[in-house]
């Protein structure tokens, strides 16, 4: 069975400042991995995901992540936090296509002006 | 890219009423759909899994008979809350596998979530 670790609930980084979110993940298989973010009242997002070829990822606003098998790791980064990524993100991971996602609790990132 | 139309996006409903949650995707054909509830401050459960045409599948611990799931076509899944409660208070999202995501290639696309309050 998979499963999704989030190191810290709560990061806060200043305006301008680099973004590190922490996932590692445990999984029997290779598998995919998936980061979203969450508005508040909102539905979920997809940032970018890894399934299989280049290990460093890049995605949508900004945002890269790389996986590390060696590490189990999925980090989440962005060079220069701006006021509109305030939000929760959450790293996920399957094993299958068209099996359900397992998240991880969530990082509410807050940025500070 | 892929788009899935949830609503919902709020209801409020009586205690022992029934609402009904609906889950489509607009431009691929969702061959599983995944149904999720979310509590305040918290993470995403798995509540069922539905494929087009057949029962859903019930993680442990989830009454079937109160949500009720239906997967009828490849484009629309949805979700029944029979005789709500205060309890049944949540965030419902629902997400599709079949398209492809904005990152591109196969991935999950979610629904914008039902907030469902019951008075």
């Known amino acids: 069975a998979q499963s999704v670790t989030q190191l810290g609930s709560h990061v806060s980084v200043s305006e301008g400042a680099l973004v590190l979110l922490r996932c590692n993940y445990s999984s029997s298989v290779p598998p995919y991995l998936f980061w979203y973010v969450q508005y508040p009242n909102q539905g979920l997002q997809l940032l970018l995901k890894y399934t299989t070829g280049a290990t460093l990822v890049k995605g949508i606003n900004g945002f890269e992540a790389e996986f590390k098998k060696s590490e189990t790791s999925f980090h989440l980064t962005k060079p220069s936090a701006h006021m509109s990524d305030a939000a929760e993100y959450f790293c996920?991971?399957?094993?299958?296509?068209?099996?359900?996602?397992?998240f991880g609790k969530g990082t509410r990132l807050s940025v500070i002006a | 890219g892929a788009v899935v139309s949830q609503h919902p996006s709020r209801v409020i409903c009586k205690s022992g009423t029934s609402v009904k949650i609906e889950c489509r995707s607009l431009d691929f054909q969702a061959t599983t759909m995944f149904w999720y509830r979310q509590f305040p401050k918290q993470s995403l459960m798995l509540m069922a899994t539905?494929?087009?045409?057949?029962?859903?599948?019930?993680e442990q611990g989830v009454e079937k008979d109160k949500f009720l799931i239906n997967h009828a076509s490849l484009t629309l899944s949805t979700l029944t809350v029979t005789s709500a409660h205060p309890e049944d208070s949540s965030f419902y999202i629902c997400?599709?596998?079949?398209?492809?995501?904005?990152?591109?290639?196969?991935?999950?696309?979610f629904g914008s979530g039902t907030r469902l309050t019951v008075v």
């Open positions: 996920a991971v399957s094993d299958l296509r068209n099996t359900p996602l397992v």
């Open positions: 539905s494929n087009e045409g057949s029962k859903a599948t019930y």
């Open positions: 997400s599709a596998s079949g398209g492809r995501s904005p990152a591109g290639g196969y991935g999950y696309t």
